[in-house]
Each structure stands twice: as structure tokens, then as C-alpha cells.
């Protein structure tokens, strides 16, 4: 079984910190997508990495592909109260696996943002 | 603008009474995907079209349902609502490309079902 392990699952900071979310497996993914949720919306999409070892910025948040494609990392540089959210990692199983056709999310980390 | 629409945003329902969701695209993706999410957790996947297949995850109680009857929208139906069925139901679509074990998942707005 295909598992993602999101962490930290809560995290509450100052404006201006800077702060890493984790996801790991011990499954390799095709892709991982990472994902953010505002209460009472739908989880929208920030960013897709595919290549191990690739890196993505986007603006103030940096994400990186693990070498062996099997952990991702969501880092943000002085975070705004418009970062507060619930955040989640989705895995792309490779071709073949039973899991095809279907993502597998971590758990997930809600970040608040105080000012 | 092509996106995922969801309706309605809302639903309040009294237990044991059928309640339909809705869910439709303008994407033109072949797969649509349904799914529960609960307080501050991961969406948990019901089950999803490839086109007009239906592929339904085992844990999926018998109590959810689900038609497409064409590309663009999806029907998620909960037959005798319970209290436990009190969540967040988000729509998704992917393109579905040959080759490709999944895509990137585009996710509707919501509907946020209240069970009385």
C-alpha cells in the first residue's frame, strides 16, 4: 500500500517565519502534486514536480522533489497571514501500480499565520 | 473560464432523506472523481468515472452512488444520509491521458452537506 506521511499536521507561526512541510514514502511516485485549501473551498493546485531532485519556485514558496521520487518538501520564506491553510501533498502512483488512476494524499498541515 | 463547478455550495438534509449532489466541467476531461473530506483532513476518494467506466474504492459504502451521464456532468447521490455523512464533497477532474497513470486533479469548490 501507497502511503504519503505529511508533517507537521498543525503548525501556528508568527508573520515573517519561515517554515518546511514534509512528505514522505517509501513508495517512489511518477509526480507529486502539492495542493492549497481554504476553508470551505476546494483544494487548489500550486505545483506539480515531476524530475527527482527538481526544485520549483513560486514566488515566496520553494518545492523540491526528492532524488529517489519518493519525499517532497514545501518551504515558505516569511510567511503572510494569506499563507494560513491546509496544505496537501498528493503522490502520482507509477504506471502499473495498483493504485493507478488515483492520487494518494498525505494527511495534510494546517498552517495559521498570525500577524 | 473552463473550471469545475459545484452545486449547490451548500445542502442541508435531514437524516435518512436522498440528497443529490451535482458536479459539472468545462474541461472536457475524461475522468471525474468524487470525493469526502472531513475537518482539516485529506480528501478521501469515493469513486470516479474514466469516461463512462465506474470505478468504485472498496471502503466506499453502498450508501453513496454516482452517475455521469455525459462528459460534462457527474451526480454524486447519498441514499439514506447519516450523521457520519456530514462533510465536505469535492468534484475533481483530470484529463485522463493515454500513457499516463493519472493527472493533475483539478478540484471543484465543494458542496458542504449538513446531516440533521
Known amino acids: 500500500t501507497q502511503l504519503l506521511e505529511q508533517s507537521p499536521q498543525f503548525l501556528s507561526i508568527q508573520e515573517g517565519e519561515n517554515l518546511t512541510v514534509y512528505c514522505n514514502s517509501s513508495s517512489v511516485f511518477s509526480s507529486l502534486q502539492w495542493y492549497r485549501q481554504e476553508p470551505g473551498e476546494g483544494p487548489v493546485l500550486l505545483v506539480t514536480?515531476?524530475?527527482?531532485?527538481e526544485v520549483k519556485k513560486l514566488k515566496r514558496l520553494t518545492f523540491q522533489f526528492g532524488d529517489a521520487r519518493k519525499d517532497s518538501s514545501l518551504h515558505i520564506t516569511a510567511a503572510q497571514p494569506g499563507d494560513t491553510g491546509l496544505y496537501l501533498c498528493?503522490?502520482?502512483?507509477?504506471?502499473?501500480?495498483?493504485?493507478?488512476?488515483?492520487?494518494?494524499f498525505g494527511q495534510g498541515t494546517t498552517l495559521q499565520v498570525k500577524p | 473560464d473552463a473550471m469545475v463547478i459545484q452545486n449547490p455550495r451548500y445542502q442541508v438534509t435531514q437524516f435518512g432523506k436522498p440528497v443529490t449532489l451535482s458536479c459539472s466541467q468545462t474541461l472536457n476531461h475524461n475522468v471525474m472523481y468524487w470525493y469526502q473530506q472531513k475537518s482539516s483532513q485529506a480528501p478521501k476518494l469515493l469513486f470516479h468515472?474514466?469516461?463512462?467506466?465506474?470505478?468504485n474504492e472498496a471502503d466506499t459504502p453502498d450508501n453513496f452512488q454516482s452517475r455521469r451521464p455525459n462528459t460534462s456532468f457527474c451526480f454524486l447521490d447519498i441514499r439514506s444520509p447519516g450523521l457520519g455523512d456530514a462533510a465536505m464533497y469535492l468534484c475533481?477532474?483530470?484529463?485522463?491521458?493515454?500513457?499516463?497513470?493519472?493527472?493533475?486533479?483539478?478540484f471543484g469548490p465543494g458542496t458542504r452537506l449538513t446531516v440533521l
Open positions: 514536480v515531476v524530475t527527482g531532485g
Open positions: 468515472y474514466y469516461d463512462k467506466d465506474f470505478n
Open positions: 498528493a503522490g502520482e502512483p507509477p504506471p502499473g501500480s495498483s493504485n493507478t488512476g488515483k492520487l494518494i
Open positions: 475533481a477532474t483530470s484529463k485522463g491521458t493515454v500513457g499516463r497513470s493519472t493527472d493533475t486533479q483539478y
